[in-house]
């Protein structure tokens, strides 16, 4: 019998997200606050504006108002869209195949976060931080043309960053944090047993006994990671930052549930030890990417600041997804991904009405780490071009409410995912966008 490949695209998490309209490069997140969203991130490592900086340069600590604690906690509002238009996919019976586009695969997410910083002297300060810094989740019509390649993808993360900072100068600071991070990843399609069984000549008497069914892979597991950061003020008016993230590497280890095929024959054959359906006990092993981020924040005078980022993100560390037995090491499911490295260019502005009230304006392109001849249902990815606008209301001397909106215009994308005798051929184009919203309480005391 051949393989039944179930495309297992991109583990790796979400409180909320979606494919194609992963908030960042590939399911990355950047959503860590929501007082860097108005500007679209841009300064992210050299801004240290508050608490959150424990993310995204824990260098910042030492910059935050000294002899104070921060605390800074807030939530994002996520709605992705992103509808699939067929443009011919076929049965691996080369027939058109029934069903629909799968309806609009987003759906509203939240993503919260936390942090705290607790100065130790006058050079060191303490940190925590928890968020969720990859995500994907997708669901399509369980009838979509497109079953037997995708129907559910449901990845998490959990986050835990305690850091450490210390002010050498006046002009230098440095971070260094550790990341303890739980990944779960969920993923469903159908299974055509039908064309499985009569991709084997052996079986093909009882392909008229088969009918299709459904197949769920899950696993989890955690790891370690590091991130670290300096912080120089060149000049009173400008601070560059630079911000590392390390990869984490996994060994995703669950199970791989496949339903029955509708008939006892068929069902022992499905079981049989050689089979990939047979299901069990599987594993995974999976890297997630690095990052390197270098920003500036540049004061122009009493009224604005003008800040940019560039990042890189480390994603060609993904070159194939494979999910195998563990009692065999044989292969349950195996996705050439191909993914490319990527860099990211944000621009932002910050401008004071009042000693109250700051406004905030940003845009960034993001490029993907996806290729049109490797797009997949599960993560349809393409470059994106970013929109922001948010702001900062001062409530007294200590507190502070921050807010954002983003609009994330994503190229359209085309999919061609051939998935041979088992899934047949995906073909056609992806239309998405992404609409977020956040909102931030920090304070000092």
């Known amino acids: 019998m051949n393989q039944i490949r179930i495309s297992i695209a991109s583990s790796t998490l979400l409180l909320a997200s979606l494919p194609g309209v992963a908030l960042a490069s590939g399911f990355q997140l950047l959503e860590q606050n929501a007082s860097g969203m108005g500007q679209a991130y ?3 490592a050299a801004v240290a504006e508050d608490a959150s900086t424990v993310f995204f340069n824990p260098a910042g600590m030492a910059l935050l108002a000294p002899g104070k604690s921060h605390i800074a906690v807030g939530l994002d509002f996520i709605q992705p869209s992103a509808k699939f238009s067929n443009a011919g996919s076929t049965s691996p019976a080369l027939i058109p195949l029934s069903g629909g586009t799968g309806g609009d695969a987003g759906d509203m997410n939240y993503v919260p976060h936390a942090y705290i910083v607790v100065p130790l002297n006058e050079r060191m300060s303490f940190g925590l931080g928890l968020g969720a810094p990859f995500g994907l989740k997708t669901e399509y019509d369980a009838t979509w043309v497109g079953r037997f390649h995708a129907v559910k ?45 009569y991709a084997n000549p052996l079986t093909r008497p009882l392909t008229a006994l088969a009918k299709p069914g459904s197949a769920m892979l899950s696993g989890d597991d955690t790891a370690w990671g590091y991130n670290f950061g300096a912080i120089f003020q060149v000049s009173p008016q400008t601070r560059l930052g630079l911000s590392y993230r390390s990869a984490i590497k996994y060994h995703l280890e669950g199970t791989a549930n496949f339903s029955s095929t509708g008939n006892p024959i068929t069902d022992v054959i499905v079981k049989l030890p050689v089979s990939p359906a047979r299901g069990g006990n599987i594993y995974a092993d999976i890297k997630l990417p690095d990052t390197l981020t270098a920003s500036v924040d540049h004061h122009v005078n009493d009224r604005w600041d003008v800040l940019a980022d560039l990042s890189w993100t480390g994603w060609a560390k993904i070159p194939v997804l494979q999910f195998n037995y563990a009692n065999d090491n044989s292969i349950v499911s195996a996705t050439q991904e191909n993914w490319r490295n990527t860099w990211r260019v944000a621009l932002g502005g910050v401008y004071k009405v009042n000693d109250s009230w700051k406004l905030k304006l940003g845009t960034a392109f993001d490029q993907s780490p996806v290729s049109s001849t490797y797009r997949t249902a599960r993560l349809p990815d393409n470059d994106r071009l970013w929109l922001s606008c948010g702001g900062q209301y001062q409530l007294s001397k200590n507190d502070a409410v921050d807010f954002g909106y983003t609009h994330i215009f994503v190229k359209k994308s085309s999919i061609a995912d051939n998935g041979g005798a088992s899934m047949g051929l995906l073909q056609g184009e992806y239309k998405s966008d992404v609409n977020m919203f956040g909102i931030q309480y920090s304070r000092g005391f």
């Open 153 to 197: 993808s449901d990845v998490k993360t959990m986050n835990l960053n305690p850091s450490l900072s210390y002010k050498v100068s006046d002009q230098l600071a440095l971070g260094f944090g550790l990341n303890y991070q739980k990944l779960k990843g969920e993923f469903s399609s159908a299974v055509d047993y039908p064309a499985a069984i």
């Open 42 to 44: 841009a300064g992210s």
